[in-house]
DNA sequence: GTATGCTTTCGGC
DNA sequence: TTACGGCCGAAAGCATAC
């Protein structure tokens, strides 16, 4: 087994640095993307800010009205969400990265894992001058800074690239494995959120060096026969998931917040309407059928439930995607007596495409 | 018990 | 002091068939 070389590219603050190249004037200043939910003047979060921002505190997650709190006595620009933006300028890199890749994958909107060992023979040398021009390439076309790591895995690769950012380039060699996540703190490993995170320091484990000490069955115990064996290999910097392309898409989904709580059909079904009927159009638009239609339902407690069910056969028609949204809404409010939605969405999954589908008949009768 | 498939929840970005 | 989105993929949880 010869060793890989692995390179992640995180584009740096994306939605917020697309929008400083849209108006460059915005650069000096605190940039912050919204998703405003509709409901009141500024309600909703932040998707994410520029660094200017970040040095007040405003970050993604955060709501709007904390943010402009926070940013009262600054000149700062609160901007709208414009994903098709993001997306245009996201697949045009995607598809440098690509060219500069033995195999690709993209993992986001704003990151993506390439495998470069054959390209590099093994060096890492080489794989630090391909990541320069990588870098050069996607600020010169498209303005956009990123961050790089380059390791010998995926798991380490995207510990690299969050660890010198904006505009960083870090690079882990196989000799420097250990050193460099012995110290690093739990929740640099993906994965590792606020759950996990307080699970471990329970075990008294805060770093990566106290979470090795742990022994394999005592963490498939705590976290599981997924996360448990997943967490014992990371402590080491182990990981032999493979970079390869995405396959077709597993679910499309729409959710958006209502005008005012309800657990009224009538106050609903516009809105659901709309919702299954843009994505329905997703389906169309990308040649798909569905198998399971479901809703999610998020409450005035922001608690989140949802409900599907597989159909007979898969479809791609809207009024057979509606009458099944209807039926599991109206089930969902049965069984929930007290439920009040504050957020309503759709879902559809058991997605397959249609061209290139062999008509079953033909294997029935050929 | 194991394999498989479906529903629901979790968590990253 | 609080404040609160819209997506996605994967895992957990559960049922059923053998």
């Known amino acids: 087994m010869t060793q890989r070389v692995i390179i992640h590219v995180d584009l740096d ?6 929008e400083e190249n849209l108006n460059p004037s915005n650069r000096e200043k605190p940039v912050i993307v919204c998703v405003y939910s509709g409901r009141t003047e500024e309600s909703g979060v932040v998707s994410t800010s520029n660094y ?4 007040y505190g405003v970050k993604a997650g955060i709501p709007i009205a904390r943010a402009k709190k926070l940013l009262e006595t600054a000149e700062a620009v609160f901007l709208p969400m414009n994903r098709s933006l993001y997306e245009e300028v996201s697949d045009r890199i995607m598809d440098m990265l690509r060219n500069c890749a033995d195999s690709f994958e993209k993992a986001g909107i704003d990151e993506a894992y390439l495998e470069i060992t054959n390209r590099t023979s093994g060096s890492f040398e080489k794989a630090a001058e391909i990541a320069a021009e990588m870098k ?3 600020l010169e076309q498209e303005h956009i800074t990123c961050s790089i790591g380059i390791a010998p895995n995926k798991l380490l690769a995207k510990i690299a690239s969050d660890h010198n950012k904006p505009n960083g380039l870090t690079i882990v060699n196989p000799g420097e494995l250990a050193a460099f996540i012995a110290g690093l703190p739990v929740d640099k490993i993906p994965g590792v959120g606020k759950k996990v995170e307080e699970n471990l320091n329970h075990l008294k484990v805060q770093t990566v060096s106290q979470l090795r000490a742990l022994d394999a069955t ?6 599981g026969k997924s996360l448990g064996p997943y967490l014992y290999h990371a402590a080491r910097g182990e990981d032999d998931e493979p970079v390869r392309e995405r396959e077709q898409p597993t679910q499309f989904s729409r959710i958006a917040t209502l005008k005012k709580n309800t657990r009224d059909m009538s ?3 516009p809105l659901l309407e709309e919702l ?5 159009q997703k389906l169309a638009e990308t040649d798909m059928t569905c198998k399971s239609v479901g809703i999610i339902a998020i409450l005035h407690d922001l608690s989140i439930h949802s409900k599907s069910r597989t159909l007979e056969s898969p479809t791609a028609d809207v009024k057979t995607i509606t009458k099944n949204v209807k039926d599991l809404i109206e089930q969902f409010l049965q069984s929930m007596p007290n439920a009040v939605a504050r957020r309503i969405g759709v879902r559809l999954s058991g997605l397959s495409r249609r061209s290139g589908q062999t008509d079953i008949s033909k294997f029935l009768h050929g």
Do not use: D
């Open 13 to 18: 603050y994306f939605y917020a640095q697309c």
């Open 52 to 55: 200017l921002a970040r040095k």
């Open 136 to 138: 050069q390439q996607i």
């Open 218 to 223: 005592n963490l498939i115990e705590t976290f």
């Open 267 to 269: 106050e609903m079904m």
């Open 276 to 280: 299954t009927n843009s994505v329905a």
